[in-house]
């Protein structure tokens, strides 16, 4: 068993960076569905990372990265100028900030909840909202962003 694990993951690697521009998602899924134990920890590290990026860029003043990291119900809630003047005054108001400490709260299928840490408790997400969209993991929380 373990051996088989080794062979799969190391023809997926392979595979996926012999393949040029083509991702890990353009390879044929296995016939089984149902998601494994390392299924579900690639899945919580790939949100735990997503969840790091949207808010490295948002306390660092990067609206184009934060936009392009929420989903696409949250870009057609609120028109890109809003999000972006939204976004520079979170990161003027907060200063630089990064995720201190992160719990995944639920996650079911492609929809997530988590719960993190900036250190500074009165702005800390709590039961934050994310949706997988083609793959990757993207804020979804936009009922806390003022529609345009």
């Known amino acids: 068993m373990y051996i088989r694990i080794t062979l799969a993951?190391?023809?997926?690697?392979?595979?996926?960076?012999?393949?040029?521009?083509?991702?890990?998602?353009?390879?044929?899924?296995?016939?089984?569905?149902?998601?494994?134990?390392?299924?579900?920890?690639?899945?919580?590290?790939?949100?735990?990372?997503?969840?790091?990026d949207y808010t490295a860029a948002v306390y660092s003043s990067d609206p184009d990265t934060a936009f392009g990291l929420s989903s696409e119900r949250c870009r057609t809630?609120?028109?890109?100028?809003?999000?972006?003047?939204?976004?520079?005054?979170?990161?003027?108001?907060?200063?630089?900030?990064?995720?201190?400490?992160?719990?995944?709260?639920?996650?079911?299928?492609?929809a997530a909840h988590v719960s993190y840490s900036i250190g500074l408790p009165n702005l800390d997400p709590t039961n934050e909202p994310w949706t997988r969209e083609g793959g990757k993991w993207l804020f979804d929380g936009c009922t806390s962003v003022p529609a345009s």
């Open 9 to 52: 993951a190391a023809t997926v690697l392979m595979l996926t960076s012999c393949a040029g521009s083509n991702s890990a998602e353009d390879i044929a899924s296995p016939v089984s569905s149902r998601p494994t134990a390392h299924d579900k920890a690639s899945d919580a590290a790939a949100l735990e990372k997503a969840v790091r």
């Open 77 to 110: 809630r609120t028109s890109k100028a809003r999000y972006d003047v939204l976004i520079e005054l979170m990161a003027e108001d907060a200063g630089h900030r990064t995720v201190q400490s992160f719990t995944l709260e639920k996650m079911s299928g492609d």
